[in-house]
């Protein structure tokens, strides 16, 4: 009798079982799971236990779900102008998706992770892929990286380290880009005073105070909450390399920049920005009905006040839609 190889979908039953009985085994084997950090503060001894373990089966590494993260490639297919030529660096790429989403659409792509098993599982996947796959350490990465890129795409590495790392980690993202660059952040959110058990660790709004005193210009913060292709609180937001004055707090921004809009679960991703028309931060312009019927489902914009163009976004319980703004490179 034929055995069926095992299934490649993570949607299908069978691929979800086997991810959820590898969860068990290694976060049995986790010590950050008991609270245990210090020896390991970056959780490397960890992470390749987790691609050693998994014999090349991507259901058993939880973050492996073998497509671009949909807040990523919603991005990219957004870009009015287009990605081609700029130079691209995706952190902690695992098997790759990220990494190729950037290069197909023209972007010039150096991606790394710092389990070596876990680059060679990424070129496997795509031998002949243009990006340049490299094994490396964000903490110790090659000088010649320094300013290099005009892009750093970030998704899920931040939340997975010690949290005492994360200022740290930010200035090194900050000096990897080229005067002007851009840091593409997508991470799961939570409030500032939400208890949590992790790992991973959802950021809390103060990491964009953190970010600005790393040398970061936050131009775009998205607040979402889950939708039909993102089950939980995420953040997508883009920083741009720069200073900008200490006074600048998050909750000034949150004062002077927030618009408050919803986002349903059956809306699918947020687009990162289909070019209408320019959009006023006057928050008068939205019914407080409608937000107030937002508690719970809303998707919070912070935008730096420079050149915004709207797009749509449906309206919980309301045939109107409202409008906000694009994320562009």
Not at 69 to 96: K, N, Y
Not at 112 to 127: I, N, S
Request: net charge neutral; charged share 20%; proline share 7%.
């Amino acid at each position: 009798m034929t055995t069926s190889p095992p299934s490649l979908d993570p949607a299908s039953p069978e691929f979800q079982a086997r991810r959820a009985e590898a969860r068990k085994i290694i976060d049995a084997i986790d010590p950050a799971m008991q609270g245990v950090m210090a020896a390991d503060s970056k959780r490397q001894e960890w992470f390749e236990t987790v691609y050693s373990k998994a014999e090349d089966d991507p259901a058993r590494v939880p973050w492996a779900n073998l497509s671009a993260h949909p807040l990523t490639s919603a991005f990219v297919e957004g870009q009015i102008r287009g990605i081609t030529g700029l130079r691209v660096l995706d952190i902690g790429c695992g098997l790759g998706d990220n990494a190729e989403c950037f290069a197909a659409a023209g972007a010039k792509v150096t991606a790394f992770d710092f389990v070596a098993q876990a680059v060679e599982w990424a070129k496997r996947r795509f031998p002949q892929s243009k990006v340049d796959y490299c094994t490396a350490d964000l903490f110790a990465l090659p000088d010649e990286w320094r300013g290099g890129f005009d892009l750093v795409h970030e998704c899920y590495t931040l939340q997975a380290i010690s949290q005492p790392l994360i200022p740290q980690a930010l200035g090194i993202l900050a000096s990897l880009l080229a005067p002007g660059g851009k840091l593409l952040l997508v991470a799961r959110a939570r409030s500032e005073d939400e208890e949590v058990s992790g790992p991973p660790w959802p950021l809390p709004p103060s990491v964009f105070d953190i970010a600005k005193t790393q040398g970061f210009e936050p131009l775009v913060i998205e607040d979402i909450t889950a939708t039909a292709n993102v089950g939980r609180r995420h953040w997508r937001a883009v920083l741009r390399r720069g200073v900008i004055s200490e006074e600048w707090t998050f909750s000034q921004r949150e004062k002077v920049c927030a618009r408050r809009f919803v986002f349903t679960s059956d809306a699918g991703t947020p687009p990162a920005h289909p070019a209408c028309a320019s959009v006023s931060l006057d928050s008068s312009s939205h019914s407080a009905s409608a937000a107030a019927s937002a508690r719970a489902s809303s998707l919070r914009c912070f935008a730096n006040c420079a050149a915004l163009v709207g797009w749509m976004i449906k309206a919980s319980g309301s045939a109107s839609a409202a409008s906000t703004f694009p994320m562009r490179v």
